[in-house]
């Protein structure tokens, strides 16, 4: 019975993990179609945009880490999570947190240097907002990391005392 319980939790969270990347998905296809630079451009112009380009190179990273997340949810399920995957998993989601907040941060500088005069402070502040949640993100999965790594190795210490 408790096997049937956690496997409907992680389906739960699978499905959540699924449903934050295709609203992501849609999010990073629709905004830019409602910025106000792209009133008045062609969708080839309006997509072909630098900063666009780069605001999708960098949602590579936050895609990663949900990959990572969708992996280490397939592990608890399959009653892995106490292994060397797990560990690499929570690795990568830690890796792709600091990848996400770095490529925020350039895109912070280049909306401060670039907006001279204009008030840029709401793109900004979300800026701040999605960095602080990445480092957020990236600790929390390192301490997670650490404590599975312990937890691996003194199972490995068991097995080959056994």
Do not use: C
Request: charged share 15%.
């Amino acid at each position: 019975m408790k096997h049937v319980t956690n496997q409907g939790s992680t389906i739960f969270l699978k499905t959540v993990v699924l449903l934050i990347a295709i609203g992501v998905v849609a999010a990073l296809i629709w905004f830019p179609q409602l910025e106000g630079r792209a009133k008045d451009l062609d969708l080839l112009s309006i997509y072909a945009d630098p900063f666009i380009i780069y605001g999708y190179v960098a949602s590579l990273s936050f895609f990663g880490a949900l990959y990572q997340a969708f992996k280490l949810l397939g592990y608890i399920e399959k009653n892995k999570a106490f292994t060397q995957n797990s560990v690499n998993a929570l690795r990568n989601i830690k890796n792709f947190a600091i990848a996400l907040s770095v490529f925020v941060v350039g895109a912070e500088a280049f909306i401060i240097f670039n907006h001279g005069n204009d008030d840029a402070a709401g793109a900004v502040m979300m800026g701040f907002v999605v960095i602080f949640a990445s480092f957020v993100i990236a600790t929390a999965a390192a301490v997670f990391q650490k404590l599975l790594q312990n937890a691996v190795d003194i199972k490995s210490e068991n097995d080959l005392t056994v």
